[in-house]
């Protein structure tokens, strides 16, 4: 194996989005008390749905930063003096990251502070302050939205002045919902109220193409070349999410695939294909375990082939893809269920607040374009 050393520090040697690039921030705040096991397994179901979507979205050909922090509330299991809240997950753009925390959530019992949940990610995340950027909470959970005191309306005051809507997902029943104030709280930050069925089983539909995507997945991750400290800590983490993915449908993992291949899966920070495509300078291999991946002297060498290889796999993905959607569509089915979901939700809300800002949705599949 070789270990890519670089000149100096990788935030500071990676090149640099054009500081126009905006940015879609969706902090998700999920109720982890005990009747929510439900809204987890149907979150984990619906993640690569909703960032197949976001990858096609643009803003004057520019793919915007997509974002995604993690908080749970009203969990037993968290400190009181927090207010049963914590930050699973500060804004990231590690997809792999991003599912695996919210595979790892636990549920238990606990009082349900919505507002001071709303309150700690005004405050504690770090908000794009650039005008065209999408910054969305979104609120999910099953008990009165007023518990606590810290006022939810103060906190969506809050978040409205720093241009940040609210979203509030009710687990039950739509019209128990608006009793217990979740419509109210949406309307209060210029967001939208939905009900959804958080036990709702996933139907997907399958395709002629999904078996080949699931290989070509396999061989999409021999191309991967692990570097740095945490490195073969995140090539571990990429494959896992593959296995939870298929545990729980071949077509979610086909899903999870089509994302793999979206300019929003970046790993420049630890796979050395991905920093060569990104500019990063190889300046020195070191021999550490020899034969592992490749010889010092050959280094670069196997880079570029994988590089190219990679290059190869997902061009073949992409026509796959296009044929896998054509073929949804002419069986009037969509890759999100057509009823209320958690994944449904998010979607319909980031690409209304996108619209209304002047974003575009590129029609077909969100594959790199860059092929």
């Known amino acids: 194996m070789c270990w890519i050393l670089v000149c100096n520090n990788y935030a500071q040697t990676i090149q640099e989005d054009s500081p126009k690039t905006p940015s879609i921030q969706v902090?998700?705040?999920?109720?982890?008390?005990?009747?929510?096991?439900?809204?987890?397994?149907q979150t984990t179901q619906r993640?690569?749905?909703?960032?197949n979507v976001l990858a096609k979205v643009r803003y004057d050909?520019?793919?915007?930063?997509?974002?995604?922090?993690?908080?749970?509330?009203g969990n037993d299991n968290l400190p009181a003096r927090e207010g049963y809240i914590r930050q699973v997950l500060p804004f990231t753009n590690d997809l792999d990251k991003f599912s695996d925390e919210i595979f790892s959530l636990k549920t238990k019992g606990g009082?349900?502070?919505?507002?001071?949940?709303?309150h700690q990610a005004v405050h504690n995340l770090a908000w794009s302050q650039d005008s065209l950027s999408i910054r969305m909470i979104y609120i999910a959970g099953n008990e009165r939205f007023?518990?606590?005191?810290?006022?939810?309306?103060?906190?969506?005051?809050?978040?409205?002045?720093?241009d940040i809507q609210i979203h509030t997902i009710y687990c039950g029943d739509p019209e128990r919902g608006k009793r217990e104030l979740w419509e109210l709280a949406a309307d209060l930050g210029t967001g939208r109220y939905v009900a959804i069925n958080h036990n709702l089983p996933v139907s997907y539909v399958m395709s002629p193409y999904d078996q080949e995507?699931?290989?070509?997945?396999?061989?999409?991750?021999a191309t991967y070349l692990p570097y740095g400290q945490h490195a073969f800590e995140r090539k571990e983490k990429q494959l896992l999410q593959d296995y939870y993915a298929l545990d729980i449908s071949e077509q979610n993992l086909v899903n999870r695939v089509v994302t793999k291949v979206s300019p929003l899966y970046k790993n420049a920070d630890w796979d050395a294909v991905d920093a060569y495509k990104s500019g990063i300078k190889l300046i020195e291999i070191q021999e550490e375990l020899l034969d592992t991946y490749c010889l010092p002297k050959d280094c670069t060498e196997q880079i570029k082939?994988?590089?190219?290889?990679?290059?190869?796999?997902?061009k073949r993905i992409s026509e796959l893809i296009d044929k896998r959607y054509e073929f949804l569509e002419q069986h009037e089915s969509?890759?999100?269920?057509?009823d209320d979901n958690i994944g449904k939700a998010i979607i319909e809300s980031v690409l209304k607040a996108a619209t209304e800002k002047g974003y575009q949705l590129l029609s077909g599949s969100p594959v790199e374009n860059e092929l």
């Open 111 to 118: 009082f349900e502070y919505a507002g001071r949940a709303i």
């Open 61 to 73: 050909s520019i793919i915007p930063h997509l974002e995604f922090s993690l908080y749970e509330y």
């Open 146 to 162: 007023n518990q606590g005191n810290y006022p939810f309306e103060k906190a969506i005051q809050e978040a409205i002045e720093k």
């Open 47 to 51: 993640i690569w749905d909703v960032v």
């Open 213 to 221: 995507l699931l290989a070509l997945n396999d061989s999409l991750n």
């Open 334 to 338: 969509n890759l999100v269920a057509t």
């Open 27 to 41: 902090a998700l705040l999920l109720d982890t008390s005990n009747s929510m096991d439900g809204l987890i397994i």
């Open 305 to 314: 082939h994988l590089h190219d290889e990679r290059k190869s796999i997902k």
